[in-house]
């Protein structure tokens, strides 16, 4: 069974920082692009960032020049470092890898992220 587990989530004050991670398995997490999406509350899921397995990048307009997607080959983990948090960014953030061969995709249970003074 495949499993994406997300950490990092939290309370923040706007303006603010965090860090999230999600820890794949190692063969998952080699052959897999992977992301994050989210979902504030009475809106649709929407992608935040993705990384391909050869590190390109993509990222959503609204989190341009804030977030920053990276992968750690030693820890199968990907991570989504936020600065500059605003209200706006709160929401369930949810881990996502998918196939670049295949229709193939994964889910992490998500976690949340509030901004709020």
């Known amino acids: 069974q495949v499993q994406l587990v997300e950490s990092g989530g939290g309370l923040v004050q706007p303006g603010g920082s965090l860090r999230l991670s999600c820890a794949a398995s190692?063969?998952?997490?080699?052959?897999?692009?992977m992301g994050w999406y989210r979902q504030a509350p009475g809106k649709q899921r929407e992608l935040v960032a993705l990384i391909t397995t050869s590190g390109k990048t993509n990222y959503a307009e609204s989190v341009k020049g804030r977030f920053t997607i990276s992968r750690d080959n030693a820890k199968n983990t990907v991570n989504l470092q936020m600065n500059s948090l605003k209200p706006e960014d709160t929401a369930v953030y949810y881990c996502?890898?998918?196939?670049?061969?295949?229709?193939?995709?994964?889910w992490g249970r998500g976690t949340q992220v509030t901004v709020s003074s």
């Open positions: 996502y890898s998918r196939s670049p061969v295949s229709t193939t995709n994964y």
């Open positions: 190692k063969t998952i997490f080699r052959s897999y692009d």
